[in-house]
């Protein structure tokens, strides 16, 4: 409505019918940030079952999907992984994000397990050259963002899954299950590294929604 009262004032003021500009002093209404579309819990078991973990390539596409979930990086972040990142001891990854701030974000048992194996069994097998990215192409070189999301499109089609799908759709699933099962939102902040709290406030409304539906298809009067 603003757009078009916008296009017609100065024609209006041209004809005569106006003598100054009656929505000047209006501003544009704030629009709401668009909420992330996340998977449900079983799909996104789905997916991390999808790569045939028999071939070096399966084994590096599941750690890749198990790190994603697990940690909520960035796909960015995880395609630049660096060994001096990861620290399996610990159990966490130092994640360099935007704007050059650094977080530490826990990897969690199953990530582990499966980085493990990768970087034992699949990545020796697919480059004997020398580099400190965790994760790399057969010819040794670093895997781009545009790869990774293609074989993630791959691993759904595969496991059928028909959801919207995004390079951060893991990211989304992690945060919004964090909050379904009780994650507070400060916590949830510095794991995604958003420097403003309103940005991780979106997921709330994912997390509110799903729980509406559970309780509408598990409560006896839902």
């Given at each position: 409505f603003l757009s078009a009262m916008k296009k017609l004032t100065p024609y209006a003021i041209k004809s005569g019918w106006f003598v100054t500009d009656p929505i000047a002093k209006l501003k544009r209404p704030k629009m709401s940030p668009a909420v992330p579309h996340s998977l449900t819990e079983s799909d996104v078991l789905s997916l991390l079952d999808a790569p045939d973990v028999d071939t070096p390539i399966g084994l590096r596409d599941r750690?890749?999907?198990?790190?994603?979930?697990?940690?909520?990086?960035?796909v960015t972040e995880l395609v630049r992984l660096q060994y001096d990142q990861v620290s399996l001891a610990q159990g966490l990854v130092r994640v360099v994000g935007k704007g050059d701030k650094e977080r530490l974000v826990p990897l969690g048992e199953e990530a582990i397990e499966w980085l493990s194996r990768y970087m034992k069994s699949g990545r020796p097998v697919l480059s004997e050259r020398q580099s400190g990215w965790v994760f790399i192409t057969q010819r040794g070189t670093l895997l781009t963002r545009q790869a990774f999301w293609y074989r993630i499109r791959t691993y759904a089609e595969q496991a059928q899954i028909n959801s919207h799908l995004s390079p951060h759709t893991l990211r989304h699933a992690f945060a919004t299950h964090l909050l379904n099962h009780g994650a507070d939102l400060r916590v949830l902040q510095?794991?995604?590294?958003?420097?403003?709290?309103?940005?991780?406030?979106?997921?709330?409304?994912?997390?509110?929604?799903?729980?509406?539906?559970?309780?509408?298809?598990f409560h006896p009067r839902g």
């Open positions: 750690a890749m999907l198990e790190v994603l979930y697990a940690t909520g990086l960035r510095m794991l995604l590294g958003h420097s403003d709290l309103s940005t991780t406030q979106i997921y709330t409304q994912v997390a509110k929604e799903r729980l509406q539906q559970m309780h509408a298809t």
